[in-house]
């Protein structure tokens, strides 16, 4: 495995501070606002931000021949039922649960690439997802009896993973000639549509205007994490091999817990120490080359 460059450890490094950062204030949204109603109006936001991004840097809005099927796809996987089963697992357990069930991603990625595309993992490599698995299950460890209570929040956390590591292999296996920004505008344009509908069905029509605290926690989650930072995941997904793309993401609920710590005030338990520690050693093998003797 090649070194990675300063560009990429900087992609990895802002999206993980960006997407790990959200997690609080999804919380303080939700507060206020029913999950698909939140999730309408971040996904209309970062609507208008990529195409108001894409128009000012002039690039094309076209989509390849050919290329619809695997976009929605893509689309469908990544952010529709991401989106879906994210709001449907909150609504039996709690959303940093949740949020760790879902950012099994990366051990879904390791499984796929094994069972379906018969990739061999190096020992490097394995030891990452292994080390980074059990990062995920100190973290998991204190919620089983919540589990146990609750199986439908783990089968929707767990769904969210998947279809995340699905989506993952539909962008990184098609070639997007052409598609820069517009692969994250069309794939989030796509998901806003059956996401309004859910709202308008489930949460009905807001009856209140949300505080001034929740709005900008909602539309900061549009334009920056979902716009912005979905932008960054997908062209780590080109740059990098599937599974060290995947392997970046474990970072992701560790900055979520130490935010919790900084903004929520809440507290640290051991096991997420381990995990925190487990995490680094993940990353440092994956990302790290072995030097040459």
Same mark, same amino acid.
């Given at each position: ?5 300063p ?5 990895? !490094?802002?999206?993980?501070?960006? *997407?790990?950062t959200n997690?609080?204030?999804?919380r303080i @949204? ?12 971040v996904?209309?936001?970062?609507? +208008?931000?990529l ?8 690039e094309s809005?076209?989509?390849p021949?050919g290329? *619809?099927?695997?976009l929605?796809?893509?689309? /469908?996987m990544n952010l ?5 089963a ?9 959303s940093?649960h949740?949020a760790?069930? /879902? ?5 879904w990625?390791?499984? !796929?690439? $094994?069972v379906? $595309?018969r990739q061999? !993992? ?5 030891a990452?997802?292994?080390?980074g698995?059990?990062?995920v299950?100190?973290?998991?460890i ?11 929040g ?8 998947f279809?995340w590591?699905?989506g993952? $292999? ?6 997007w000639?052409g598609?820069?920004?517009s692969?994250?505008? *069309?794939?989030?344009?796509i998901t806003?549509p #059956? ?5 308008l069905l489930?949460?009905g029509?807001?009856?209140? *205007? #949300?505080?001034p605290l929740?709005m900008t ?7 920056i994490?979902?716009a912005?930072?979905t932008?960054?995941? $997908?062209?780590?997904?080109?740059? +990098?091999?599937?599974?060290v ?5 474990? @970072?992701?609920?560790?900055?979520a817990i130490?935010?919790g710590?900084l903004? +929520?005030?809440e507290?640290?338990? /051991?096991l ?5 520690a487990?995490?680094?050693?993940? +990353?440092w093998l994956?990302?790290?080359?072995r030097?040459?003797?």
């Amino acid at each position: 495995m090649n070194r990675v460059s300063p560009r990429i450890l900087a992609l990895l !490094l802002t999206l993980t501070l960006v *997407w790990g950062t959200n997690w609080p204030l999804f919380r303080i @949204a939700l507060a206020e606002l029913p999950v698909l109603t939140f999730r309408t109006i971040v996904l209309g936001t970062a609507t +208008l931000v990529l195409a108001a991004i894409l128009l000012i840097r002039r690039e094309s809005f076209a989509v390849p021949k050919g290329k *619809w099927p695997a976009l929605a796809a893509a689309s /469908a996987m990544n952010l529709a039922i991401w989106n879906i089963a994210t709001s449907m697992a909150v609504l039996y357990i709690p959303s940093g649960h949740a949020a760790v069930l /879902a950012y099994t991603m990366p051990l879904w990625v390791a499984l !796929l690439n $094994f069972v379906v $595309f018969r990739q061999k !993992l190096t020992g490097r490599l394995l030891a990452a997802i292994l080390i980074g698995a059990a990062a995920v299950m100190a973290l998991m460890i204190p919620n089983f009896s919540s589990y146990s209570r609750a199986p439908q929040g783990l089968f929707w956390g767990l769904l969210a993973g998947f279809c995340w590591a699905v989506g993952t $292999f539909i962008v990184k296996r098609t070639s997007w000639h052409g598609m820069g920004l517009s692969l994250t505008f *069309w794939q989030v344009v796509i998901t806003l549509p #059956p996401i309004a509908l859910g709202a308008l069905l489930i949460d009905g029509l807001p009856t209140h *205007w #949300p505080s001034p605290l929740v709005m900008t926690a909602t539309l900061y989650t549009g334009a920056i994490p979902m716009a912005l930072g979905t932008a960054t995941w $997908f062209a780590l997904v080109k740059l +990098l091999p599937a599974q060290v793309a995947a392997l970046s993401s474990i @970072a992701i609920p560790i900055v979520a817990i130490v935010s919790g710590i900084l903004i +929520l005030s809440e507290p640290l338990s /051991a096991l997420q120490a381990v995990a925190i520690a487990s995490t680094v050693i993940s +990353l440092w093998l994956a990302l790290v080359p072995r030097r040459s003797v």
